[in-house]
């Protein structure tokens, strides 16, 4: 039996370069993100990890960044007693945090739910200087998964979850600044400009320096930290192409080539 389903409205994903760009693509529905949606968006991060892009940037099409998981699939599941557990959201967002390559989340508007989990699983977040932010968890009456709670929990404080989780209150872009969840606040028709900017530096940067050190530091924030094995990348490191092309080139007053993934780690 061959089942169709419906990807009109998926997330889109186009690269330019060495920088990956996914756009969530439903405005007339502040991009909600759907059971199907889920399954593009990792195929999407898988292929942008094999394709070798440097930068991912995860962005939203219209006036929100998205208004988190679809409430109609939420409510036919509860109704039907389903577990919304299976639409596999957490396994994307853990998927997204733990990407090789850095992440700029491109908040182009509001973001809301369970979109808040999934910019904050990116590395960066640069907003619009009038985009908000709620979780509405407490208001739903859902008790969010353990995996989020853990990555706001850890990202932004104790203090500051349980503010977002338990009031759903509304912030807006100068508080999403005070309380760490926003790297950047700028001007609308700054934002391509300063985006376009980090995610130049991230690329020029050494991948397989990055891509240890995130890892390191994502295990750090889950209390997994497996320390032998960030002592060898950094011994490795010490003997290794990158850090011989990044000296060469501080020696030789030029910026460094980290073209191919020199080192592999
Ligand atoms: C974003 C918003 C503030 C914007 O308000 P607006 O007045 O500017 O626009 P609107 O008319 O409300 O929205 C436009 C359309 O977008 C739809 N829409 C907006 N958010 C949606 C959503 N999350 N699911 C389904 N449809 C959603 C609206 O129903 C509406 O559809 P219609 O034109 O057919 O009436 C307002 O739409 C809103 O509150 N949306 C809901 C936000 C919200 O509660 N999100 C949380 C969802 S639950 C969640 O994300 C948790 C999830 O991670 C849990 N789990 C891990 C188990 C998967």
Known sequence: MTTSVD????PLLKTDGP???????????????????LAVLSGHFASVEKAGARVLILTGEGRAFSAGYDLGDIAARASSKEDVHASGFENVVDQLETLAIPTICRLNGGVYGGATDL?????????VDNCE?????ARLGLHYYS????????CLGVAATKKLFLTGLKLDAAEMLRIGYLDEAVPAGSLDARVKELASVLAANA?????GMKRAINEIAR???????????YRESLVGAEL?????????KRPPRFGADLDGR
Do not use: H, V, W, Y
């Open 223 to 233: 209390n997994s930290f497996d320390r032998s094995a960030a002592d060898q990348r």
């Open 244 to 252: 011989r092309e990044g000296s060469a080139a501080f020696a030789e």
């Open 133 to 137: 932010m709620f979780m509405p968890a």
């Open 7 to 10: 990807l009109s409205g998926a």
């Open 119 to 127: 910019a904050l699983a990116c590395d960066f977040r640069i907003g």
């Open 207 to 211: 991948p397989a320096a990055m891509r």
């Open 147 to 154: 995996s989020g709670l853990m990555r706001f929990a850890s």
């Open 19 to 37: 920088i990956a760009t996914i756009q969530l693509d439903r405005p007339r529905q502040m991009n909600k993100i759907t059971a199907a949606d």
